[in-house]
């Protein structure tokens, strides 16, 4: 099945620093991804889709210029966090969509998660 | 504005029992609807999806029902067992290659 993987899993940073976190699909090709942040018992909130070759779009209320994305190549994403402050703590997880067409322009695949701690 | 609503956020269920999440939508152009499962600090994982379509499909113990007219669609998980346990999110997507609209999610739990 489509794998999707995060790295980090986990990260805890300073308040005023920035931490990437890369999105990769291993076994198939993905011109969309999409990062979601989850806060506890919350749902999964759209953050930005990132389209290969092209910049992202980003969801109402989400800052561009803090939540960084470069989707470089049809397997992997990468998002930004700049100067991080502890209220950027939460889960973020992406997902991408398999480019191969019927209903994989539809479904999603997540990756496992990031957990962002900023102190 | 939410579009996608999942009403209960817990359900409580035997093992061996009939598990039945439902989940409703407000926007008509919807045409594609997922369920994904979730466990604590991991990502969804895909479980069954349903196109506009069709009112069934059906995969092992998951069946998921899609009734347009209500705008509400429901997945079956029978027979429920404890491994099942976990928060389940509907979703639905207008288009294809858009981004999923997520519920708020429901969390089950089967007890053995």
């Known amino acids: 099945g489509a794998v999707v993987s995060q790295h980090p899993s986990r990260v805890i940073c300073k308040s005023g620093t920035s931490v990437k976190i890369e999105c990769r699909s291993l076994?198939?090709?993905?011109?969309?991804m999409f990062w979601y942040r989850q806060f506890p018992k919350k749902s999964l909130m759209l953050m930005a889709t990132?389209?290969?070759?092209?910049?992202?779009?980003?969801e109402q209320g989400v800052e561009k210029d803090k939540f960084l994305i470069n989707h470089a190549s049809l397997t992997l994403s990468t998002l930004t966090v700049t100067s991080a402050h502890p209220e950027d703590s939460s889960f973020y997880i992406c997902?991408?969509?398999?480019?191969?067409?019927?209903?994989?322009?539809?479904?999603?695949?997540f990756g496992p998660g990031t957990r962002l701690t900023v102190t | 504005d939410q579009q996608v609503k999942q009403n209960s956020p817990s359900l409580s269920v035997q093992e061996g029992r009939i598990s039945i999440l439902n989940c409703d939508y407000t926007?008509?152009?919807?045409?594609?609807f997922l369920w994904y499962k979730k466990y604590p600090a991991e990502g969804p994982t895909f479980l069954i999806s349903?196109?506009?379509?069709?009112d069934k499909n059906e995969d092992g113990r998951f069946t998921v029902f899609l009734n347009k007219s209500a705008k509400h669609l429901s997945l079956h998980i029978v027979p429920s067992q404890p491994g099942d346990s976990a928060v389940y999110f509907c979703?639905?997507?207008?288009?294809?290659?858009?981004?999923?609209?997520f519920g708020k999610g429901t969390t089950l739990s089967v007890s053995s």
């Open positions: 990132s389209n290969e070759g092209s910049k992202a779009t980003y």
């Open positions: 997902s991408a969509r398999d480019s191969t067409g019927g209903h994989g322009a539809y479904e999603q695949y």
């Open positions: 926007n008509s152009m919807f045409d594609y």
């Open positions: 349903i196109s506009s379509i069709k």
């Open positions: 979703a639905a997507s207008a288009q294809a290659g858009t981004a999923l609209i």
């Open positions: 076994d198939f090709q993905a011109t969309t």
